[in-house]
Structures are given as C-alpha cells and as structure tokens.
C-alpha cells in the first residue's frame, strides 16, 4: 500500500495525535518526535502535527484535512480497549466505511490471550474498518492498521516504534534531510539575524534557523541548517560559520 509521490517532490506527512490525556498535560507526547526523526531519516517531510481529544467529531474533521492534504497521515493513540478509545470507529466514519471485528486481528489477539481472557474490552481491539491491511504489533499482538493513506498506530511510544518499525520500509521514501549544526558561542540572535536571513536567501533549498537554548552556562544559541543537497547544505554552513567567526572578533575587539 505505498504510495508514488507526483515527479522529484517528496513525501509529506502528518501526525494526528489522538488523547484526552495529551491535552490536559498529564501524559506527555513522545511519539511526534520520533515519527519526525524516523521519516526525516527516509526522506518524508513531515509539515503539520494537530493533537485533537477524544472526540468523534474532532477527530474526522481533523483527519479529512489532513488525508486530502499530505501523502500520510500517522496518527497515534485511541485503539485500546476502552471506551473511550474511538480512533478505529472515527476512522471507519471519515472513510465511509463499516468497522467490525475482524478475523485476523482476532486470530492475532488469540496469540497473547487465551479464550476466556478475551473479553469484550479487549475484543475492541480487533475492531477494524472495512477494506484496512493490519500492521503488525510484536509486542501486545493489538493491532494498528493503514487505510488508504492513513497509517493508524497505539498511543504507548514503545508500541507505536514497533509499527513504524513495520510501516517504515513500504513508505515512499526520499533522499534523506541533511543537517548541520553552527555553534553561535556568545554571538547574540539580535547580532546575527540580518546575515542569517541574507544566508536564508542567498541559499535557496537549505531551511536555515536559529534555535536559543537555556543551559546552566547561559544562553545557548545554535544556527541549524537543513538540506537534501549537501553541496548547497555545505555552503550555506561555511557562510553561516564565516559570519559566526566575524562577529565573534568584533564583540572580541569591542571587550
């Protein structure tokens, strides 16, 4: 179920992240940042991430945006066995189609659980939307499924790492993003914004960006730098480095 993208354009994405508890903070999202790292590793731009609750409206709003608009959508949590995990039934509402139990996810569950242990509450996880592939869960046997461009994955980080590990190699993957990073030392933002952004232009393909940082030895500032043309990436890091080193001499001489 891989998808061509149209002509050298690469893959994009995005991340729907689907919990109750992501929003009212007492569970903390790990899992867009990894599905960032994984697809920028294999070539996919991942250009939005949304968090919506536990809602059914919220989540087909949000997931019809996003599905007519990047190649995938990953979204993560709400396939437990809960009542309040609705993810599958939103997904089988937005796509049009019937949700069930299913044979195979059945079968699946079968592995971990024997026949009396499985109960209703965790018959609810075999329930899969029409026409979906399953992916594959080695840890808990539950599991996620991709339909049309939609890859649904479990909210628990350790789960969702073991579906990408899956998922992963059938994407559409591109030329990986190139980064370099330019320590800005004791050189501020307010220093060195203009010749950043006249590097930005001078530059086209490379993403430049300036990213302060709070450390126990003060402001840290780092310029990062992102490509998939390393020449370009090269020469947009030793302008950046270049105009780093000359402001740095010249707060020296003002010392």
Known sequence: MAQ???GDKPASAAVLVIGDEILSGRTQDVNTRYIANYLAQIGVDLLEARIVPDDMEAIVEALNALRARYTYVFTTGGIGPTHDDITADAIARAFGVEIG????AIALLSERFAEAELNSARRRMARIPS?????FNAISK????????VIVMA??????QNMMDVVGPRLAAGPPVLVETVEAHGVSEGAYAAGLEEIARGHVGVSVGSYPAFTSGGIRNQIVLRSRDATLLAQATEAARAMIASLSKELALKA
Do not use: H, Q, S
């Open 101 to 104: 139990e299913d044979p195979r």
């Open 142 to 149: 539950a599991p996620g499924f991709w339909i049309g461009n």
């Open 131 to 135: 026409g979906a592939e399953l992916i």
């Open 155 to 160: 909210g628990v980080p350790m789960i969702m």
């Open 4 to 6: 061509e993208t149209a």
